[in-house]
């Protein structure tokens, strides 16, 4: 569970949540994402002069993605920093903008678990490559073409081969 302690932060002027989302949480089950590990979290949370709630920090977790072109499974870290804001819930009028997150200031703190989570599946780049020269699947076969050669290819009506062939001929 990720809380930041409201009460804190009032007294302090600033606060810190340190924690982390299980790799098994059930947040990350239709998020098309395999985590390896729990997500480390780390913010630092100010209130800003016109109440507003800022949080920013860093996430870290070893994730597993799909390669974009051959589908094999690469291992990447999402390493990468965050920044929410918060309004307070009775200065924000319900209906003007569905993407403001608001907190209610008197509570004695604030769950952060779910727009954390947000902000994680916001920032993984889902077009990981397992190599930059990574030659993908064939289109007709499927074979995976950095470990097997399929005859498509050559047969394939690609103008630029074509190119290539007459020079060869010439
Ligand atoms: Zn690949
Ligand atoms: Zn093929």
Not at 71 to 88: K, N
Not at 106 to 121: K, T
Not at 129 to 155: H, I, R
Request: glycine share 8%.
């Amino acid at each position: 569970m990720l809380v930041l302690d409201l009460v804190r932060l009032d007294r302090e002027g600033s606060g810190r949540v340190v924690g982390a989302i299980p790799m098994e949480d059930p947040r990350w089950e239709d998020s098309g994402f395999v985590f390896l590990g729990p997500v480390a979290v780390d913010l630092r949370a100010t209130i800003a002069g016109s109440g507003e709630l800022v949080l920013r920090g860093g996430v870290k977790a070893p994730i597993q993605q799909e390669c974009r072109r051959c589908l094999e499974p690469v291992e990447a870290g999402l390493d990468t920093e965050i920044a929410m804001v918060f309004v307070p819930a009775d200065t924000h009028e319900d209906g003007d903008d569905g993407e403001v997150r608001t907190f209610d200031a008197g509570a004695a703190e604030l769950e952060l678990s779910e727009p954390v989570r947000e902000e994680i599946l916001l920032s993984i780049d889902p077009y990981v490559v397992c190599d930059p020269e990574c030659k993908g699947l064939c289109p007709k076969c499927g074979a995976n073409l950095n470990t097997e050669v399929c005859d498509c290819v050559s047969s394939e009506l690609d103008p630029r081969w074509d190119a290539l062939r007459s020079l060869h001929r010439e």
